[in-house]
């Protein structure tokens, strides 16, 4: 494997939205490589745009791309050992998430401006964004899914701090589901499109007309 060093990065918002998105679909390999994963059609360009040049700005690094045989998934690669070993020094450890219970770090915790961004990344990944048909059409919902409850825990208390309403977590420990938060107020999903926002288009194509006179960058 060759070994890439790194531009060592400052605390700033887009690297805290990095970490948000490797907490979300990014995978830590000990003393090898960080690796994102996304699905080859509908993430397509979020994983090869905007996480590849949010990976090069940040890291100096040219990231690799793969595309799985059988399933739909596109992986892009980071490969460097002094990148895992930086990021364990920020607060990301190499391994299974859910295991380690790794959670946001204190320094994005304690910045309203870097937990917006993380809360990005996250949601970037691990959300979802639906129209509540056929029963409520013109109302949709905002969810968020994590197998680690204490993230998921972490990300509803931080959006109740930025005064949205938030559901309490669903589906603990029932089978074949895994744990959820909801945004459902439409004052709520607004706030959250132009406060907040996405970065992925899948999220924005479906959302975007809610907000028009917004950007929805954050």
Same mark, same amino acid.
């Given at each position: 494997?060759?070994? =890439?060093?790194? =531009? ?14 490797? !907490?979300? *679909?990014?995978? #830590?390999?000990?003393? &090898? ?6 699905? /080859? &059609? ?9 996480? +590849? ?11 690799? %791309?793969? $595309?799985?045989?059988?399933?739909? +998934? ?10 895992? !070993?930086?990021?364990?020094? #920020?607060? $990301? ?12 770090? *204190? ?6 401006? %870097? $937990?917006?961004?993380?809360? @990005?990344?996250?949601?970037?990944? *691990?959300?979802?964004?639906?129209? $509540? ?12 899914? +994590?197998?680690?409850? =204490? ?18 977590? /669903? ?8 744990? @959820? #938060?909801?945004?459902? @107020? ?20 479906? #959302?975007?007309? !809610? ?8």
């Amino acid at each position: 494997m060759l070994l =890439k060093r790194i =531009k060592v990065p400052n605390k700033s918002e887009e690297l805290a939205e990095f970490v948000g998105i490797v !907490l979300g *679909d990014g995978h #830590i390999e000990h003393d &090898k490589m960080v690796r994102i994963v996304g699905n /080859s &059609k509908s993430d397509y360009e979020y994983i090869t745009i905007h996480v +590849a040049n949010l990976s090069m700005n940040l890291f100096g690094i040219e990231p690799r %791309f793969h $595309l799985h045989k059988t399933f739909n +998934a596109i992986y892009l690669s980071l490969s460097s050992k002094e990148l895992v !070993l930086y990021l364990s020094e #920020i607060g $990301l450890k190499s391994g299974n998430k859910t295991i380690n219970q790794v959670t946001m770090p *204190d320094w994005i915790c304690n910045n309203g401006c %870097f $937990l917006k961004a993380c809360i @990005r990344g996250l949601y970037d990944t *691990d959300g979802s964004v639906y129209e $509540l048909l056929p029963h409520w059409p013109g109302l949709f919902q905002i969810c968020f899914t +994590a197998k680690n409850i =204490k993230l998921l825990n972490q990300v509803r208390e931080a959006l109740l701090s930025f005064g949205y309403n938030v559901s309490q977590i /669903s589906n603990i420990g029932k089978e074949n589901t895994t744990p @959820r #938060i909801y945004i459902t @107020r439409k004052e709520c999903v607004r706030k959250f499109y132009s406060d907040i926002g996405f970065k992925n288009p899948k999220h924005n194509k479906k #959302i975007a007309h !809610l907000a028009p006179s917004s950007s929805g960058q954050g």
